[in-house]
């Protein structure tokens, strides 16, 4: 798709992938857009403002005043001016200060003062992509309506591999283009997540839970909408908030997920089960608080419907049904046996031996397995990368089914 006409701001940040900028330029002036290179202070160390000049065909921005003729730099125009600002390379420190209103650039001017979407392709070391206050920045930032343009893995300056690399030139401009295509891959598409734990009542005031804190699914749910899916998060107790145009169903047990799932599922194209719901609740939970006696106290357990087997069960050929496994021992070979099971089209294993993966962190490390039983492990990454790239593979699987 041609991007002709289309104005686009460019603020690339002070970071070693600012050298890619130089051909993302020239891949947009290629599609005929009109490209405003900005650049903080510290980007002019990494890239000449000459190089990106000569590439966008306009000088570039960086201060207030323009020394050359004395003029200001408006912030508000270009904010006004452009059908898209794109950060890129978003370093820790831009994407924190953006985060939290800092200004203190023409980058940031712009950025605050900018009425067009904003994407953001960030790009640092592992360590500090992975860093708690990186991730709470970026969660922010998406709250906000921003988009984020998700970091590739491999090889990074500082010799580390992981993730942190900034998105490839090619795959920048693809996003961009499908920005103003508007076409998503997974428009017009219904998702249902469950998330979370279940709580199963005891008495009035105790229960058996679990402890899922939910943010995976809660990413998972983020991950769908943004590929254009209207997403129903059914969730259990969490203390997360709702992600951005998801419509959150509250339930507190096994039986009212059920029923909330089986109400939403017959409408979805894609269903992904990633709540930790409770195999077994109290056969008969007690209507007034159970005081203490002396002895032992005996709870009779009966088994929860499994929700995952029953919407497996009435699986329709144009839908696309993701599990979650968590497992102890013979890893693989229980999660294939219960893909089948469950008749899944893909399985997340979650891994409980690695380092970073699990219930309540911000990060994850999992194995994809689909029907043909073919596995693709995915590095440890952010919770967000993971459910991104579920989210793409699902949309590669509705492709597929409904071609
Ligand atoms: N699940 C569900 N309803 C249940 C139990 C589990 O929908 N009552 C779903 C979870 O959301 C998850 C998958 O099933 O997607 C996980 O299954 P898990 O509980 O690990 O396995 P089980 O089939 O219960 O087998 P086991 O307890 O032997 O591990």
């Not at 249902?192 to 402890?211: C, K, M, Q, W």
């Not at 203390?239 to 909330?260: F, G, W």
């Not at 993966?357 to 440890?380: H, M």
Request: aromatic share 4%; proline share 4%.
């Amino acid at each position: 798709m041609s991007l002709k006409g289309k104005n686009i701001a460019i603020g690339v940040c002070g970071g070693i992938a600012a050298y890619k900028i130089a051909s993302l330029v020239r891949l947009l002036i290629k599609e005929n857009a009109n490209v405003q290179v900005l650049m903080t202070p510290d980007a002019k160390e990494f890239i000449t403002p000459l190089t990106l000049a000569t590439l966008s065909k306009r000088p570039v921005l960086s201060d207030y005043i323009n020394r050359h003729t004395e003029t200001w730099n408006n912030h508000v125009d270009l904010g006004l001016n452009a059908d898209l600002l794109l950060i890129a390379p978003a370093t820790a420190n831009t994407l924190s200060k953006m985060a939290h209103g800092a200004c203190d650039n023409l980058l940031l001017a712009t950025y605050l003062s900018a009425k067009c979407p904003v994407m953001f392709a960030p790009a640092m070391d592992l360590d500090m992509w992975l860093h708690p206050s990186t991730q709470e920045n970026i969660k922010r930032l998406q709250s906000f309506g921003n988009i984020l343009i998700a970091p590739g893995s491999g090889e990074l300056a500082s010799g580390l591999i992981g993730e942190g690399r900034l998105a490839e030139p090619e795959e920048i401009k693809q996003q961009i283009q499908k920005f103003f295509n508007g076409a998503l891959p997974l428009a017009g598409k219904r998702a249902l997540v469950s998330a979370g734990p279940t709580y199963e009542a005891i008495d009035p005031v105790r229960f058996i839970g679990n402890h899922s804190s939910g943010k995976m699914g809660y990413a998972i749910a983020a991950a769908l909408q943004s590929l254009g899916a209207t997403v129903t998060l059914v969730s259990g107790p969490t203390a997360l908030p709702t992600p951005l145009h998801v419509v959150r169903h509250d339930v507190t047990s096994a039986q009212e997920m059920l029923e909330a799932c089986s109400a939403y599922s017959e409408a979805s194209d894609i269903i992904v089960m990633s709540a930790a719901v409770a195999d077994y609740t109290p056969a008969a939970p007690a209507n007034q608080k159970i005081k203490k006696k002396e002895g032992s106290l005996e709870i009779t357990l009966k088994k929860t419907t499994d929700i995952l087997a029953t919407l497996g069960e009435r699986k329709t050929a144009r839908q696309t049904l993701v599990g979650f496994a968590l497992e102890t021992e013979n890893e693989m070979l229980n999660a294939k046996d219960k893909l089948k099971r469950k008749n899944l089209d893909y399985i997340v294993l979650n891994s409980m031996q690695d380092q970073g993966a699990g219930f309540g962190g911000d990060t994850n490390k999992v194995t994809l397995i689909d029907r043909s039983g073919k596995v693709e492990r995915l590095a440890l990454k952010s919770k967000a990368a993971v459910a991104h790239d579920i989210a793409a593979v699902i949309a590669a699987h509705q492709t597929i089914i409904n071609a």
